[in-house]
T-cell receptor, first 113, second 115 residues
Framework: AQSVTQLGSHVSVSEGALVLLRCNYS??????LFWYVQYPNQGLQLLLK??????LVKGINGFEAEFKKSETSFHLTKPSAHMSDAAEYFC???????????FGRGTSLIVHP | NAGVMQNPRHLVRRRGQEARLRCSPM?????VYWYRQLPEEGLKFMVY????????ESGMPKERFSAEFPKEGPSILRIQQVVRGDSAAYFC?????????????FGSGTQLSVL
């Protein structure tokens, strides 16, 4: 079985501040991990993904995430928030031969000027 | 290459009516996934289809809901005798192949409102 927990339904930061969105997963086998972003009235689009290899993954728009097996985490970070980063962010996991990603509940990122 | 197309964007139905949601995957994609999104609940998987086959419908309610992906034409999610609890955003996603590391391409969704 696979599951994802995103801590914090809302995260508020000031423009220019560090962004940290938390994601913990549960999987009995090595997982494939994804972060998607959803802008208002749009579908989800992929930010980045971890499959194998390097545990620090860089994505679009300056975001990156680090796979930490010992902590079962895949937190998303960005050094400096922009107003345009305001959106809903979803962590997802695929594991154990499943072709169906399981999504977390999402974290709404609010960026203050 | 056009993205995943969903229509209509907004659909209003009265209780007891039928709702039909359409999804045209990206060109060359033969795998379609349907998800339902409710506020504060994230995306819930409903059904996974390939051309002419339902692969996994474990997230689909047993009654009133059905899905198809015919050889020709879009994938259809059909909800019969809608109730207010069916009000949600329904998203379709597609992929070219079925592989664990493969990402999904999402449509913009259909917002279903049941009066």
């Amino acid at each position: 079985a696979q599951s994802v927990t995103q801590l914090g339904s809302h995260v508020s930061v000031s423009e220019g501040a560090l962004v940290l969105l938390r994601c913990n997963y549960s999987s009995s086998v090595p997982p494939y991990l994804f972060w998607y972003v959803q802008y208002p009235n749009q579908g989800l689009q992929l930010l980045l993904k971890y499959t194998t290899g390097a545990t620090l993954v860089k994505g679009i728009n300056g975001f990156e995430a680090e796979f930490k097996k010992s902590e079962t985490s895949f937190h998303l970070t960005k050094p400096s928030a922009h107003m345009s980063d305001a959106a809903e962010y979803f962590c997802a996991v695929k594991a154990g031969g499943s072709y169906i990603p399981t999504f977390g509940r999402g974290t709404s990122l609010i960026v203050h000027p | 290459n056009a993205g995943v197309m969903q229509n209509p964007r907004h659909l209003v139905r009265r209780r007891g009516q039928e709702a039909r949601l359409r999804c045209s995957p990206m060109k060359g994609h033969s795998h379609v996934y349907w998800y339902r999104q409710l506020p504060e609940e994230g995306l819930k998987f409903m059904v996974y289809l390939q051309k002419e086959n339902i692969i996994d419908e474990s997230g689909m309610p047993k009654e009133r809901f059905s899905a198809e992906f015919p050889k020709e034409g879009p994938s259809i999610l059909r909800i019969q005798q809608v109730v207010r609890g069916d009000s949600a955003a329904y998203f379709c996603a597609s992929s070219p192949i079925s592989r664990e590391g493969e990402k999904l391409f999402f449509g913009s969704g259909t917002q279903l409102s049941v009066l």
